[in-house]
């Protein structure tokens, strides 16, 4: 069965360094997605993106953060200089369409910011 | 209350109970989804129910949606151990590109 799949699976980065966290959507699918989840806390947006564009942002996704898409198959979450707050499961997603069909999400990304 | 709120927090019941799970939104959506999370895991997709409809079914699962009450309801049926998990709903916002994650409802099944 087609999945989304994160890597790496776990990153531990110094303050002020930048990590870029990797995802590979499910092959036909459009729309794309990242979500973080602070330890104990909700799942929240970061940032849709849908041909080759951000859709949406969240107050969250600030300049900070960018999103590509360099190739055919990767999409990509860049934080520039990362602070301890920063630590978090970070969250990939893709579906097919926009309103209609499930988001499928991989396994995450445990990033801690030390 | 926030755009996507479960109840009861956290639920423990027996194998072979019934648990049942409810979510409550405050706009208008595309849709809404279930996930379960096992514990520092990802985010499994469990249904998806359209605004336009308003029960679905997948196995031991069944989710109803009142759009009008604006509330979904996941009833898992005959619960097992494995089904020991946070469960979550997220609703696709009429006019958005995103879902917005409820605060989970932990469940736990005793053996």
């Known amino acids: 069965e087609p999945e989304v799949t994160q890597t790496p699976s776990h990153q531990v980065t110094q303050m002020g360094q930048e990590v870029i966290l990797r995802c590979v959507p499910i092959?036909?699918?459009?729309?794309f997605y990242w979500y973080r989840q602070i330890l104990g806390q909700k799942v929240e947006f970061l940032v849709s993106f849908y041909n080759n564009e951000i859709s949406e942002k969240s107050e969250i996704f600030d300049d900070q953060f960018s999103v590509e898409r360099p190739d055919g198959s990767n999409f990509t979450l860049k934080i520039r200089s990362t602070k301890l707050e920063d630590s978090a499961m970070y969250f990939c997603?893709?579906?097919?369409?926009?309103?209609?069909?499930?988001?499928?999400f991989g396994q995450g990304t445990r990033l801690t910011v030390v | 209350s926030q755009q996507g709120e479960e109840d009861p927090q956290a639920l423990s019941i027996q194998e072979g109970e019934n648990a049942t799970m409810n979510c409550s939104y405050k706009t208008s959506i595309n849709n809404l989804q279930w996930y379960r999370q096992n514990s520092g895991r990802g985010l499994v997709h469990l249904i998806l129910?359209?605004?336009?409809?308003r029960e679905k079914h997948s196995g031991r699962l069944r989710v109803t949606l009142d759009t009008s009450k604006k509330s979904s309801s996941l009833l898992i049926t005959a619960s097992r151990a494995a089904d020991t998990a946070s469960y979550f709903c997220?609703?696709?916002?009429?006019?958005?590109?995103?879902?917005?994650f409820g605060t989970g409802t932990r469940l736990k099944v005793l053996a």
């Open positions: 092959s036909n699918h459009l729309y």
């Open positions: 997220a609703t696709e916002l009429s006019g958005t590109y995103k879902y917005i």
């Open positions: 997603a893709s579906s097919f369409t926009q309103g209609r069909t499930e988001a499928f």
């Open positions: 129910i359209r605004s336009n409809e």
